[in-house]
């Protein structure tokens, strides 16, 4: 019974879960997005065999990704002027 409670595996996804229902960030992206960089074949491998549970869906990303681009040209904009 200890066993499964002390797991480091499940208190890191427990926490990950608590962030991302409390302040809304989802740790999956940052995953997604450094697997993307270091090793591109296992996420588009999890994409298309449907593997919803390891990687942010593909939607989700382009829009976060595209969201956090306009921020960074809104700033640097701002910053320049």
Same mark, same amino acid.
């Given at each position: 019974?200890?066993?499964?409670?002390?797991?480091?595996?499940?208190?890191?996804?427990?926490?990950?879960?608590?962030?991302?229902?409390?302040?809304?960030?989802? &740790?999956?992206?940052?995953?997604?997005?450094?697997?993307?960089?270091?090793?591109?074949?296992?996420?588009?491998?999890?994409?298309?065999?449907?593997?919803?549970?390891?990687?942010?869906?593909?939607?989700?990303?382009?829009?976060g990704l595209?969201?956090?681009?306009?921020?960074?040209? &809104? &700033?640097?904009?701002?910053?320049?002027?």
């Amino acid at each position: 019974m200890t066993g499964r409670a002390n797991d480091p595996e499940r208190k890191r996804s427990d926490i990950e879960d608590i962030a991302e229902d409390v302040l809304g960030f989802n &740790f999956r992206s940052l995953r997604t997005f450094w697997d993307l960089i270091v090793r591109p074949s296992e996420v588009f491998q999890a994409y298309a065999t449907r593997d919803s549970g390891r990687y942010t869906p593909a939607l989700r990303l382009w829009l976060g990704l595209t969201v956090v681009l306009a921020l960074l040209s &809104f &700033f640097w904009v701002a910053m320049t002027s």
